[in-house]
């Protein structure tokens, strides 16, 4: 078996980062939110989704932001995340792939539902 093609990381147009938080987490994940804001203003805060939405399990709140920010702004996730579960993942056009292949997570692995997003699955 050959190996893949690789992938050109100049497909990537930005990242999200998916914030996942609990009833009783959520004052942290809010903190948390604050900080973002502050330090990284070129960031675009999503509305907070109490309610699962899309393909997350759980509540969160998504953190848009431009590849030119990855390598602060990742690192700061990864350092001061407050114990809350973080999924980032790139922006190439294909959600599925985005989510389910080419995603980096912070703390525990939720069971994302992959079957509401579109994109190829090869």
Do not use: C
């Not at 609990?22 to 939110?33: G, V």
């Not at 932001?65 to 190439?92: G, I, Q, W, Y």
């Amino acid at each position: 078996m050959s190996a893949p093609h690789p992938l050109d990381p100049a497909a990537v147009r930005g990242y999200h980062a998916h914030i996942y938080y609990a009833p009783d987490s959520k004052e942290r994940a809010a903190d948390l939110r604050d900080e973002i804001g502050r330090r990284y203003p070129e960031a675009l805060l999503g509305r907070w989704h109490d309610e699962p939405v899309g393909p997350h399990p759980i509540a969160m709140y998504q953190v848009a932001f431009a590849t030119e920010l990855f390598p602060s702004l990742v690192p700061f996730l990864m350092l001061n995340r407050r114990d809350l579960t973080v999924l980032v993942h790139p922006e190439t056009g294909n959600a599925y792939r985005d989510h389910a292949r080419h995603a980096l997570w912070l703390g525990a692995i939720l069971p994302l539902r992959l079957d509401r997003l579109p994109g190829d699955r090869d």
